[in-house]
């Protein structure tokens, strides 16, 4: 079976992480399609680059024969497009909704999943060997990152703190969907986790580390974290996790950062409207994460 990987680090997570799970589940190897992060189809789109190279993932590339041999099986069917969806023997598999989907572990190999499958319930069953072997970096972290990593542990209760802004700021297109969130949330969110969890620093994390920097007012020291950008920008997840709690953006990457960290009891807050339309619903947040 495959999986089709597209946008950016925290939504190629999301893609191998439903796709590994339901591999794993049929007993089936997995490949990675990557076509779409070569070739981008919607050339407004913010250019993505395969990020999953850093991480100890076993599985490999598709190849774009085999890409192409699930892609031509569509249709060849005389049955319907519904039932062909009932059964599983549609061989394209398109996410429907950003809802968990409660036909996916029906799905047959092969089979070519299509979507962003952004609901932990999908990786739920393989959790702890995403966190303990595969989602884990591929090389060791370099002295800087092992200085951070030693204030975060120095810590009694440190928290990330995750500032989205890069596209959702500069770009229109992208700004319109899903929306920058506004001061308020940080200081609501930064609030809560100190009262809440005794939040002692927050290490801020950020694609433009000085400018979120003036955005926030923190009833905490903070710590910046700005070495970590482009093909190194996993070593910010890294740190995520070390933390104790998290505050997250509305975006992937700062969500992955948080759901990593293995505390069963962590502190996770997440914006509650996710997208700049507050009509988009979605099973983004696990029911344990806090949402303000």
């Known amino acids: 079976m495959i999986t089709r990987l597209a946008g950016g680090l925290g939504n190629q997570l999301f893609q191998y992480a439903a796709g590994k799970s339901l591999a794993e589940h049929l007993g089936a190897p997995l490949l990675l399609d990557r076509s779409h992060l070569?070739?981008?189809p919607d050339p407004g789109a913010t250019p993505r680059s395969y990020a999953l190279d850093a991480f100890r993932i076993p599985d490999a590339i598709a190849t774009a024969e085999q890409i192409?041999?699930?892609e031509a099986s569509r249709g060849r069917s005389g049955l319907s497009r519904r039932w062909r969806r009932m059964t599983g023997s549609d061989r394209v598999w398109h996410e429907r909704s950003k809802h968990f989907d409660t036909g996916f572990f029906t799905l047959r190999a092969p089979v070519?999943?299509?979507?962003h499958w952004?609901?932990?319930r999908y990786f739920e069953a393989i959790a702890r060997p995403l966190r303990e072997q595969w989602l884990v970096p591929?090389?060791?972290?370099?002295?800087?990152?092992r200085t951070h990593a030693a204030a975060i542990a120095a810590c009694s209760a440190p928290a990330s703190l995750h500032v989205r802004l890069g596209d959702y700021l500069h770009d229109a297109r992208t700004a319109a969907y899903h929306g920058l969130l506004p001061q308020e949330y940080y200081a609501a969110a930064a609030e809560h986790a100190v009262e809440r969890a005794g939040?002692?620093?927050?290490?801020?994390?950020?694609?433009?580390?000085?400018?979120?920097?003036?955005?926030?007012?923190?009833p905490r020291p903070m710590t910046l974290v700005h070495h970590n950008s482009g093909p190194q920008a996993h070593w910010d997840l890294w740190l995520m996790r070390q933390c104790r709690h998290h505050i997250i953006a509305n975006s992937s990457f700062s969500w992955w950062g948080a759901w990593l960290n293995p505390m069963p009891d962590k502190l996770v807050v997440a914006p509650r409207q996710w997208?700049?339309?507050?009509?988009i619903t979605h099973d983004l947040l696990p029911p344990t994460w806090t949402a303000l």
Request: glycine share 4%; proline share 9%.
């Open 38 to 40: 070569d070739h981008p």
């Open 112 to 115: 070519l999943l299509v979507g």
């Open 118 to 120: 952004q609901c932990a």
């Open 68 to 70: 192409a041999e699930l």
């Open 199 to 218: 939040v002692d620093h927050f290490f801020v994390f950020s694609d433009e580390p000085e400018r979120a920097a003036q955005r926030l007012r923190l």
């Open 138 to 145: 591929a090389e060791a972290p370099d002295d800087r990152n």
């Open 275 to 279: 997208f700049a339309d507050p009509g």
